[in-house]
């Protein structure tokens, strides 16, 4: 069992940027699982926004995010960040970041998730 930690959420004026922290519980590591982040507003469905993989030598992403967000990985600091910027209202929602051992998009498919940080972001 991996428990995962998200932070850096917030109130962010349209335009602006955010970054998001993922890590894991106290004495857990990440390093060897690629890194999903996920996001769901309120009446929709949880949606892909971007991956990791465990080397950090592979990344995708959403298009609606392609340009605007960036995922990185630090697995000597066993972190995961998400760099949000030109942030938009649509992009309001709740950010999860999940592992699992293999990059993909779909999250039935990742096994470990956190409680997810809120990002608002006003117009």
């Known amino acids: 069992q991996v428990q995962l930690v998200e932070s850096g959420g917030g109130l962010v004026q349209a335009g602006g940027s955010v970054r998001l922290s993922c890590a894991p519980a106290?004495?857990?590591?990440?390093?060897?699982?690629?890194v999903g982040w996920f996001r769901q507003a309120p009446g929709k469905e949880r949606e892909f926004v971007a991956a990791?993989?465990?080397?950090?030598?592979?990344?995708t992403y959403a298009d609606s995010v392609k340009g605007r967000f960036a995922i990185s990985r630090d697995n000597a600091k066993n972190t995961v960040a998400l760099q949000m910027n030109s942030l938009k209202p649509e992009d309001t929602a709740r950010y999860y970041c999940?592992?699992?051992?293999?990059?993909?998009?779909?999250?039935?498919?990742?096994?470990?998730w956190g409680q997810g940080t809120q990002v608002t972001v006003s117009s």
């Open positions: 106290s004495g857990r590591t990440f390093s060897t699982y690629a």
């Open positions: 999940a592992a699992d051992h293999i990059l993909q998009s779909d999250p039935g498919g990742y096994d470990y």
């Open positions: 990791i993989s465990w080397d950090g030598r592979r990344t």
